[in-house]
């Protein structure tokens, strides 16, 4: 079963990219992404969008999905329908912080992003 890190657990205090994945052993399959953040500083926000290659060095502006803008704690799943996406064969993450108010203006998330390949029957049960 395919499973990578889209994001390495790790603190996040910049805008950035992770690493780029090959989608062969997903291809055409359902994957969940699972995106948790473990700490966070008040007054800030992160936005995760998943973007598709289908080289592996353009990417498009919009991206596949985004998760909603978080601001806490917490775990949010979304699932992503790469069948929907052919021509895809790699794809990364890309992140934006914002960080406003008092205090330290560097943003602190402790965070990752996780991509498993589901199977028809994962998809049923929830």
């Known amino acids: ?5 889209l994001i390495p657990r790790g603190r996040i205090t910049a805008n950035g990219v992770g690493p780029v994945l090959d989608l062969r052993e997903a291809h055409g399959k359902w994957i969940e992404l699972t995106l948790v953040i473990e700490r966070v500083i008040e ?15 353009t990417w498009g502006e919009r991206g596949l999905i985004e998760f909603p803008q978080k601001f806490y704690e917490g775990a949010s799943v979304l699932r992503l329908d790469l069948g929907a996406y052919p021509d895809v064969k790699y794809l990364r993450a890309s992140w ?3 960080r406003w ?9 402790d965070a990752c992003l ?10 049923d049960s929830r």
Do not use: H, T, Y
Not at 1 to 5: D, G, L, R, T, V
Not at 114 to 123: G, I, Q
């Open 43 to 57: 007054q800030q926000s992160l936005a995760v969008k998943i973007e598709g290659s289908q080289d592996g060095q």
């Open 114 to 123: 996780f991509a498993e390949a589901v199977s028809a029957v994962a998809l």
């Open 1 to 5: 079963m395919w499973a990578q890190f």
């Open 101 to 109: 108010g008092r205090g330290e203006p560097v943003p602190q998330f």
């Open 96 to 98: 934006k912080v914002n």
